[in-house]
């Protein structure tokens, strides 16, 4: 901890994305003077083992939570909208990981490598939906270079994505998918052992999930690209971390793989594997636990021919796609 | 076993398609007068139980099998190239489940429900591409209605397409990871359990994998557009049987999801299941077994507007995407 430092506050820090934050912050080395955990009733005066030692989980309150310099939001959009824009009123910086202010035209919506000039100042910031935060780190420097005209997603979504639980979930109705026993559900709609579920978020009357939609505009207001044309099929499948997409855009310029591929090497928080010759892809095997957004698979789309191009992303999405997100953001705004 | 029936061989027959072939041979009441199952020298004497009773396997002779009416070939391509115009110089109808001549002009790649006439007085048939037979079951219907601008695939398929053995290393490694222990491969290129290898079958040079291409090619040659621009991005995933598929048509003509749902509702070997209100949409978990392929998520794609519609397509793919439909083809042929 540093006198010099600022006060944090997570509030949901026992959770999938709280105890990521808490991770972060410590990898990071983030000038910490103080950190503050809290969490539901439940889970309050818990004691959680952390890399600062073992802290203890407090109910939360929203005069202890304001007397922070930044408070880091990992719960429900319900609570984010009822106590979110109180939180800031007495200075702090407030960075909302559910999607309740991502589409308020006030509000950023924040990815530090393609817009984080926009966190500055601000007093309440929100941080994109996984899937899409994990897509745009690949997207922004080909959009940057060759501008894009078409962007279809198809995703390849973990368990961790719906929670700790979610999770736990997963691990144990596999096992007893593999002891013959009955598989049961409760997180997921239907059983995710050895199944794909088609099905992340609620139905729009468009046909969409939310999930999907959640892509669309997010990606949208990310690139600041208010009608670029996007869709998206969401799909759960049975892995644990990292969420995968297979992509294809088409651009507004001539596309080369080469230079797409030259360009992707380059970017911030990106990591080019693509190398078919070495059994070199993205894979959740791999990008799980990775600060890096894993990019490779590219080759000309056969479709859209000089201007397409395909690729497949796989990103920590409890990580770039919200931990490690929430605390950069914290960095830029809190500078 | 009628006396007016059909002789008919497998060769392959202990592999994940041979015996689901014996099965659908069964269920499906084909007019047998004899089976005969052959397979290579080391599952060669085996005892099989099968629906027929308990059979035995016997090692490959060209002479054997010549003498059959119809050959069901689960063997390699390299195989099928050394033996199967020979299989067929006797008068036996070959049908051969490998892609050895899926691209010969003079050989027709056969969906009954598609293009069934090609297969009547034919010496030789090509059974499709698994994941190209799923998708086509659902694309043929529209395309009849609609037209087909584009066909852009992103896929999710099961191990069992790999063959039994690496559903074995599924399982098997599934339980290390859960145990703790060390998780192996071999089947695979890397370790499958709760990951997604974006590489099926060998890599091209223009960056697609030869399974990738194989939906492309056998998708013009089945609905008989030479130059039907598709492509695709197949995902081995750790499912167990049936793959999945998410689909963005652009049509020639207006799509209403409503009308082209009506129609996918009446199409031979489809199953729609489509009613998002219910939680209901193909998945893994209902489609395999099912001889039928599950449509579903139809909706109107967001980028190609009123042309455009998107779906999610699940068939077994060792039925629909094997022995069911070269069952079907010896129906069509043998007839």
Not at 52 to 68: I, M, N, S, W
Not at 94 to 121: H, K, M, Q, T
Request: glycine letters at 8%; a negative charge; aromatic letters at 6%.
């Amino acid at each position: 901890m540093r006198v010099d430092g600022k006060r944090v506050a997570i509030v949901g820090a026992t959770g999938a994305v709280g105890t990521e934050m808490i991770s972060v912050l410590h990898r990071r080395a983030f000038p910490l003077s103080g950190l503050e955990l809290f969490a539901s009733e439940r889970s309050a005066e818990r004691k959680l083992d952390t890399p600062f030692g073992t802290l203890t989980v407090k109910p939360f309150t929203l005069e202890a939570a304001q007397a922070c310099d930044v408070v880091l939001l990992a719960v429900s959009g319900d609570f984010a909208k009822k106590h979110a824009r109180a939180l800031g009123e007495k200075g702090a910086v407030v960075i909302d990981n559910s999607s309740a202010f991502r589409y308020d035209p006030d509000v950023p919506l924040v990815v530090p490598e393609i817009n984080g000039r926009l966190a500055r100042g601000q007093r309440l910031i929100a941080n994109p939906n996984c899937t899409t935060a994990v897509l745009v780190m690949a997207l922004n420097p080909l959009y940057a270079a060759f501008g894009l005209e078409k962007v279809i997603v198809s995703s390849y979504q973990a368990t961790s994505g719906a929670g700790a639980a979610a999770v736990e979930e997963l691990k144990r109705e596999t096992a007893n998918w593999l002891a013959g026993r009955e598989v049961g559900h409760e997180h997921f709609v239907h059983p995710i052992p050895f199944n794909v579920i088609p099905h992340i978020d609620t139905f729009q009357d468009n046909g969409y999930t939310r999930e999907e939609m959640k892509v669309v505009w997010e990606t949208r207001k990310i690139l600041d690209v208010p009608n670029l044309p996007v869709s998206c099929t969401a799909v759960r499948i049975p892995t644990i971390r990292a969420h995968a997409e297979a992509v294809t855009i088409e651009t507004a310029k001539p596309v080369d793989p080469a230079v797409a591929r030259q360009i992707l090497s380059e970017a911030p928080g990106v990591r080019l594997i693509d190398d078919p010759a070495a059994n070199a892809y993205p894979m959740p095997l791999t990008a799980s636990g990775a600060y890096d957004v894993e990019v490779g698979r590219i080759r000309q789309n056969l479709i859209f021919g000089e201007r397409g191009l395909d690729f497949f992303v796989c990103g920590d999405q409890l990580l770039k796609g919200a931990a490690l997100n929430a605390v950069q953001i914290a960095e830029v705004a809190a500078a």
